[in-house]
């Protein structure tokens, strides 16, 4: 049975100034798969996760949702699916307490009663394991918990409209900061979500982090140079010829891969 494409990028470009992030990349994202994104800092990796949000503009090429050919910015169309994006550090807002933040955009957007966005939040704060804790603020929370309420807020979506629930989660280094306790209860609970109800069963993830990469990828593409320089499954990466795999996951100095002081 053929695999359903839900992102297609066709050609994609992006330069910031003088220097090309990404070079007319082609990538199929499908449903129902786990896609881990690697390559060394400063490849365009998060870049990628902004295009598909529709957070930042083509320079050149083509991205198509659904099949449907995305034109201009996330704000300026009629979106055929959500995609929500969970940032690196977390992005909470501080002066907001916990149900604030996981809530924002039904109590900004939607017509339920505040009572029942509470009841919303507390469902979706239980289903990342933070109970109890919708009154606290960001700053009274570890790294790993602001991290597991940031994913809360991604996935929290109107019962009374079924298209605002979330087809797509985009992870921008989700275990970066983090120690290796914290990363495996984040990387266990990316997996746990994607099957559960109320969670996506489709995410794509930027990653450095070896175990992170390995726990939660079925795919991996490796970025390098502004192109997709390798592809395979995670039992492939031990076993591949492709140099630039092999110098990232030995973290040696020596190979391809220009080294930045």
Same mark, same amino acid.
């Given at each position: 049975?053929?695999?359903?494409?839900?992102?297609?990028?066709?050609?994609?470009?992006?330069?910031?100034?003088?220097?090309?992030?990404?070079?007319?990349i082609?990538?199929?994202?499908? =449903?129902?798969?786990?896609?881990?994104?690697?390559?060394?800092?400063?490849?365009?990796?998060?870049?990628?996760?902004?295009?598909?949000?529709?957070?930042?503009?083509?320079?050149?090429?083509?991205?198509?949702?659904?099949g449907?050919?995305?034109?201009?910015?996330?704000d300026?169309e009629?979106?055929p699916?959500?995609?929500?994006?969970?940032?690196?550090?977390?992005?909470?807002f501080?002066?907001?307490?916990?149900?604030?933040?996981?809530?924002?955009?039904?109590?900004e957007?939607?017509?339920?009663?505040r009572?029942?966005?509470?009841? *919303?939040?507390?469902?979706?704060?239980?289903?990342?394991?933070?109970?109890?804790?919708?009154?606290?603020?960001?700053?009274? *929370?570890?790294?790993?918990?602001?991290?597991?309420v940031?994913?809360?807020?991604?996935?929290?979506?109107d019962?009374?409209?079924?298209a605002?629930?979330?087809?797509?989660?985009?992870?921008?280094?989700?275990t970066?900061?983090?120690?290796?306790i914290?990363?495996?209860?984040?990387?266990?609970?990316?997996?746990?979500?994607?099957?559960?109800?109320?969670?996506?069963?489709?995410?794509?993830?930027?990653?450095?982090?070896?175990?992170?990469? =390995?726990?939660?990828?079925?795919?991996?593409i490796?970025?390098?140079?502004?192109?997709?320089?390798?592809?395979?499954?995670v039992?492939?990466?031990?076993?591949?010829?492709?140099?630039?795999?092999?110098?990232?996951?030995?973290?040696?100095?020596?190979?391809?891969?220009?080294?930045?002081?």
């Amino acid at each position: 049975m053929a695999k359903e494409p839900l992102i297609e990028l066709k050609g994609v470009s992006k330069a910031f100034g003088n220097h090309v992030i990404l070079d007319g990349i082609d990538l199929t994202i499908y =449903r129902g798969e786990a896609l881990v994104i690697i390559g060394p800092s400063g490849t365009g990796k998060s870049t990628i996760l902004r295009l598909i949000a529709g957070l930042i503009p083509l320079d050149g090429g083509e991205i198509y949702i659904k099949g449907q050919r995305r034109q201009g910015l996330i704000d300026d169309e009629n979106k055929p699916m959500r995609i929500a994006l969970v940032f690196q550090q977390a992005a909470l807002f501080d002066s907001l307490n916990v149900d604030e933040n996981v809530g924002f955009f039904l109590y900004e957007h939607s017509k339920l009663p505040r009572e029942k966005i509470r009841q *919303l939040v507390d469902a979706k704060l239980a289903m990342v394991g933070l109970q109890g804790i919708a009154d606290k603020y960001p700053s009274q *929370l570890s790294g790993g918990m602001r991290k597991r309420v940031s994913f809360a807020r991604a996935l929290i979506a109107d019962p009374d409209n079924p298209a605002d629930n979330p087809e797509l989660v985009l992870y921008d280094e989700p275990t970066a900061g983090l120690d290796p306790i914290s990363s495996t209860i984040i990387e266990d609970l990316v997996r746990r979500l994607q099957g559960a109800p109320g969670g996506c069963e489709t995410y794509v993830m930027v990653s450095h982090q070896d175990s992170t990469i =390995r726990r939660t990828a079925d795919r991996v593409i490796f970025l390098y140079s502004g192109k997709v320089q390798w592809e395979g499954t995670v039992d492939e990466i031990d076993h591949t010829d492709n140099p630039l795999v092999r110098q990232f996951f030995s973290a040696s100095i020596d190979g391809p891969i220009r080294v930045i002081d």
